[in-house]
């Protein structure tokens, strides 16, 4: 399965982006996403941003995330 996590870019530098949530940073190319800027959400996938998100989408997928890894990470 593969899985695109949303994190908010910190720092941008050329083409390469420091993203950050709930404390884990990641180093992400820009290059497949336009107009991209130092506090808005990508969704990122393979080092790579794949997507630009508002707040308020970035917030309640990363809400779900939190609650599936309190409820044992779905697994059976």
């Known amino acids: 399965m593969c899985l695109a996590v949303p994190m908010q870019v910190r720092t941008i530098e050329g ?36 997507e630009k998100l508002d707040e308020q989408d970035a917030q309640e997928t990363l809400a779900l995330f939190r609650q599936i890894l309190a409820d044992g990470g779905g697994a059976s």
């Open 15 to 50: 083409d390469t982006a420091l993203c950050e949530i709930d404390g884990v940073t990641r180093e992400a190319s820009l290059m497949m996403v336009d107009g991209v800027e130092v506090g808005d959400y990508v969704l990122i996938h393979a080092g790579f941003a794949i």
